[in-house]
């Protein structure tokens, strides 16, 4: 089992960045393929990034592609999401979730969640 806590959210003007991060407990970190998701008021939970347990392999949404990179250092038992560029429509909560697969896009791949870190882009 493993424990996520994600940090790095804030308050930035439209075309800044942020860095969020995805910070896991236990010893086996490299053994979870993790995910990064958005939800906005009244909207549904969205993909927005994954990475492979290795790190090798990523996956973007369409929608951050370019301007969004995932990245993980399991010495840390920590993933990233460097986000630049933000657009007052990147304005959402994000949460990391992770499980013991390749990687997904869908939300109910996923077994384990963080609790989420607001991100909110001013225009």
């Known amino acids: 089992q493993v424990q996520l806590v994600e940090s790095g959210g804030g308050l930035v003007q439209a075309g800044g960045s942020l860095r969020l991060s995805c910070a896991a407990s236990?010893?086996?970190?490299?053994?979870?393929?993790v995910g990064w998701f958005r939800q906005a008021p009244g909207k549904e939970r969205e993909f927005v990034a994954a990475?492979?347990?290795?790190?090798?392999?990523?996956a973007a949404a369409d929608s951050v592609k370019g301007r969004f990179t995932i990245s993980r250092d399991n010495a840390k038992n920590t993933v990233y999401l460097q986000m630049n560029s933000l657009k007052p429509d990147d304005t959402a909560v994000y949460y990391c979730?992770?499980?013991?697969?390749?990687?997904?896009?869908?939300?109910?791949?996923?077994?384990?969640w963080g609790q989420g870190t607001q991100v909110t882009v001013s225009s």
């Open positions: 979730a992770a499980d013991t697969f390749r990687y997904g896009r869908s939300t109910n791949e996923y077994n384990y």
């Open positions: 990475i492979t347990k290795s790190g090798v392999s990523t």
């Open positions: 236990g010893r086996t970190f490299s053994s979870y393929a």
